[in-house]
């Protein structure tokens, strides 16, 4: 089945403790990104990543970090978390980059950072 | 930066009233992505829209793309319990590859 998973779909953590959420997706696609969902704010770009080895800031990059070393994994770390990044944050890919292409999203991670 | 405008941001109907949500923008959309988020749920693409004036119908959900490319919609007929959840407009940001996405509308559907 064609998916994007993440984990830990849940995640309670304190301040300052670093944490990586995986992502990680079957499609062979080669658009990946991080979005975080706030009441009231909607979903904000973090991160995304063209292809293997190529990644650029999205709108509210500060505070976290990405990798891109395989085609199918996009984990999203947080050196430092702070209690301002309790938050819903969902993975996605697509075929490609560049606008006009479909995005499947992963089933979210619910982090509380206290 | 780029912005779309969504509205409303709720809408609460009765089962079987239509609903319509809204996306603006103050500059020309490249394209317009729709997405459903159904409670507790991740976004789930519906549609693109690439053409000026373009309409495309799912069922009870029309999709338009204004003739400037500056605003879209989404209309629902006859609403039902199963299209509660927040609908997104999103646009493909171009040379970026990234997606702007509108706040969302969140319906609410009373049996």
């Known amino acids: 089945e064609a998916q994007v998973t993440q984990n830990p779909r849940y995640l309670i953590t304190v301040t300052g403790k670093k944490l990586t959420v995986t992502c990680s997706q079957n499609m062979n696609h080669e658009y990946m990104s991080w979005y975080r969902q706030d009441p009231g704010l909607g979903l904000r770009q973090i991160y995304y990543s063209m292809n293997v080895e190529v990644t650029d800031k999205g709108d509210v990059p500060e505070g976290y970090k990405v990798s891109r070393k395989e085609k199918r994994n996009f984990p999203l770390i947080l050196e430092s978390p702070s209690p301002n990044q309790t938050s819903l944050y969902f993975c996605?890919?697509?075929?490609?980059w560049g606008a006009g292409y479909e995005q499947y999203f992963g089933p979210g991670t619910r982090l509380t950072v206290t | 930066g780029q912005q779309v405008m969504q509205i409303p941001q709720y809408q609460h109907v009765q089962e079987g009233e239509d609903f319509t949500t809204y996306c603006n923008s103050s500059t020309t959309l490249s394209n317009i992505q729709w997405y459903k988020q159904r409670p507790g749920g991740h976004p789930v693409f519906l549609i693109q829209l690439v053409k000026s004036g373009e309409v495309k119908k799912q069922k009870r959900l029309t999709f338009q793309f204004g003739e400037a490319k500056k605003n879209s919609s989404l209309h629902i007929t006859a609403t039902q319990t199963t299209d509660v959840g927040t609908y997104f407009c999103?646009?493909?940001?171009?040379?970026?590859?990234?997606?702007?996405f509108g706040k969302g509308t969140k319906l609410s559907v009373k049996p």
């Open positions: 996605a890919s697509s075929l490609e």
């Open positions: 999103a646009e493909g940001g171009g040379s970026q590859g990234n997606l702007i």
